[in-house]
């Protein structure tokens, strides 16, 4: 798995690159913290680094935060998300395994437009949309 370069659009700056290659190499979901652990032999000693590089990734559509861990994962797949400036995101959708800790992107189509007729049907304009799924993965249902 190679992040650098990966990035479509503008260049990352180092502590970007660093970030999002952290994120990646983890495999997983971390914390600030976790990527701070990760990168003080980077030379990274500081949350505000780690926050203010992760600000700078998430609306580029290359790391989602995943609000109910409170945790950043790298894209799974950013070529699809537009113009890599985050313009056209739509409709991100995480399955999250509680037990080996997973996560697993998608999006679907469907959703993307049953959610969009609700929010017009009730004039509410969505800034993101991120969904969920807290469960079990298939790997470790076939291993219980
Ligand atoms: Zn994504
Ligand atoms: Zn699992």
């Given at each position: 798995?190679?992040?650098?370069?990966?990035?479509?659009?503008?260049?990352?700056?180092?502590?970007?690159?660093?970030?999002?290659d952290?994120?990646?190499?983890?495999?997983?979901?971390?914390?600030?913290?976790?990527?701070?652990?990760?990168l003080?032999?980077?030379?990274?000693?500081?949350?505000?680094?780690?926050?203010?590089?992760?600000?700078?990734?998430?609306?580029?559509g290359?790391?989602?935060?995943?609000?109910?861990?409170?945790?950043?994962?790298?894209?799974?797949?950013?070529?699809?998300?537009?113009?890599?400036?985050?313009?056209?995101?739509?409709?991100?959708?995480?399955?999250?395994?509680?037990?080996c800790?997973?996560?697993?992107?998608?999006?679907?189509p469907?959703i993307?437009?049953?959610?969009?007729?609700?929010?017009?049907?009730?004039a509410?304009?969505p800034?993101?949309?991120?969904?969920?799924?807290?469960?079990?993965?298939?790997?470790?249902?076939?291993?219980?």
């Open positions: 798995m190679t992040a650098t370069g990966a990035a479509p659009g503008r260049k990352l700056t180092r502590n970007q690159s660093l970030v999002l952290a994120l990646h190499a983890s495999g997983g979901p971390a914390s600030a913290y976790d990527l701070l652990d990760r003080r032999d980077e030379g990274l000693r500081n949350p505000l680094q780690i926050y203010r590089a992760l600000n700078a990734l998430i609306p580029r290359l790391v989602h935060r995943l609000e109910s861990l409170n945790a950043f994962v790298a894209c799974a797949h950013p070529h699809e998300h537009g113009d890599g400036e985050g313009h056209d995101h739509g409709l991100i959708a995480f399955a999250i395994c509680g037990d800790h997973r996560v697993e992107e998608f999006s679907d469907d993307t437009r049953l959610l969009a007729g609700w929010a017009a049907a009730h509410f304009q800034d993101h949309t991120i969904l969920e799924l807290r469960g079990t993965c298939g790997l470790c249902r076939e291993g219980q």
